[in-house]
């Protein structure tokens, strides 16, 4: 092996030794392209129902996964500004909402299904901050990418 081949070689291995130690590294530091993600779909008007999925993506949150929840149908009113839950929920005296915004502090997305606002008296303006309207595509690059868990309320 000529000297200059050889040298490439050693360069080559090293790269394929340092590649995975790199993605370690840019994922323990938070890099989103690493990230460890979920997505959850909520659609049910019960108020426990909406609470054990906030809930539930919080802990996952707190586990270190982003989660990005979809409001569809009657859950659709958490993402209106405004929008409280009647009663609050023991033990701890919480409302789906106020875990909803919560968790978009820390990094959780929120998007209405885009059929959403259409088939309601709703627009746009009346989103909370922070809230957009999920595209058909998007979605479901999210539900077919196998690294990414969909669970269903």
Known sequence: MSGISCMA???AATALILSPLAMAEEHANGDDAYAERALVILTSDSLQTQGMAMILANAMREQGTTP???LCDA???LAIDGYESETELGPRGVKPEGLMQMMMGEGAGV???AIYL???EYGEDDLRDGVGVATPGAMAEMMRDPAIPVFSF
Do not use: F, K, Q, R
Request: hydrophobic share 40%.
């Open 9 to 11: 070689s050693a360069i």
């Open 68 to 70: 990005h929840i979809l």
């Open 75 to 77: 859950a659709g009113e």
């Open 111 to 113: 998007d209405v299904c």
């Open 118 to 120: 259409p088939n309601s």
